[in-house]
């Protein structure tokens, strides 16, 4: 199983060597797909330079982490396709763990390491995707706890999109034919959940695998805050709009209603939220047709 690599930047340039270091020492990786989405601080240049045999592919605007991994799938060649960060560096043997955990069960669609936080590397920044059905919550399992507490291997909802290994075969399943895997209208924020959620549903299991191990160092994209709220809000119910079953929402609508009814009122003084709870009812359409439609982005 030869592994195609991912990685989306936007303004990436201070911790870029780091992840792609850490990435060329990996074992089982056949490639290293780039996508710069709109860089502004010459991040491209300096891959180009710094790394002449790394294919990136320069784009004039911010199109997002769902289409920048969308773009590299499309020219990947590999069986396995690893979506990652630019703020990851992986430990040495990670992708190698990981390939090894995807090949052993033919049913494995995604594979995810233990991240561990970079500022603090005793402390996980996800153990991988858990819900909260009761509060209708997604969020990363384990944060911020002893990563000594995060041994086992085991099923999860789905692993992190910051790290993610997947099976191709997974993806393309999963995807309505002559469309991507990545959910293209999230731009960024969910489109990891929505995408679990998705494989779950087709009957594939994502698993985390604890002896894999990186670090994470969050907010390295540059992304503020009520830009990060912004798609954060907007997402969620488009997340479930997209894949919950009738007992799922149904579970889940006390938990939507006291987060929408809470953002509503933070909205008066918030512009972004306005704009994200007012573009999220807007979207609702298309998150119901990309539901009858079986997955799309």
């Not at 710094?50 to 289409?67: F, S």
């Not at 209708?136 to 790290?163: K, Y």
């Not at 995807?175 to 959620?197: I, K, N, T």
Request: charged share 25%; with cysteine; hydrophobic share 40%.
């Amino acid at each position: 199983m030869k592994i195609s690599a991912s990685l989306v930047t936007y303004r990436s340039r201070d911790h870029i060597d780091a992840c792609v270091s850490a990435l060329r020492r990996q074992e089982r990786l056949a490639e290293i797909l780039i996508v710069d989405s709109g860089s502004d601080d010459g991040t491209a240049e300096y891959l180009r330079e710094r790394y002449p045999e790394l294919e990136v592919d320069p784009v004039a605007e911010n199109i997002g982490y769902a289409a920048g991994h969308n773009r590299n799938f499309a020219r990947a060649r590999g069986d396995a396709f690893l979506a990652l960060n630019p703020d990851v560096e992986l430990d040495r043997d990670c992708l190698a763990r990981l390939h090894a955990a995807l090949a052993e069960q033919s049913n494995v669609a995604s594979v995810g390491p233990k991240l561990l936080s970079a500022d603090a590397p005793s402390l996980v920044d996800s153990a991988g995707i858990e819900c909260d059905r009761t509060r209708g919550r997604f969020r990363d399992r384990g944060r911020g706890a002893p990563a000594s507490h995060f041994r086992q291997r085991e099923d999860i909802f789905g692993v992190c999109g910051a790290a993610a290994l997947y099976r191709r075969d997974a993806l393309v399943e999963v995807s309505r034919p002559g469309c991507a895997p990545f959910a293209e209208s999230f731009f960024m924020y969910y489109e990891d959940v929505d995408l679990a959620w998705r494989l779950r549903r087709a009957g594939w299991r994502n698993v985390f695998v604890p002896g894999a191990t990186a670090r994470h160092q969050r907010g390295g994209a540059g992304a503020h805050n009520a830009f990060v709220e912004y798609h954060l809000v907007r997402n969620r119910l488009w997340l479930s709009a997209r894949n919950a079953s009738i007992g799922e929402f149904l579970r889940e609508a006390p938990g939507l209603l006291l987060f929408g009814a809470a953002k509503c009122v933070q909205a008066t003084h918030r512009p972004h939220l306005r704009r994200a709870l007012r573009d999220q009812w807007r979207g609702l359409p298309t998150a119901f047709a990309a539901r009858s439609a079986r997955s799309a982005p």
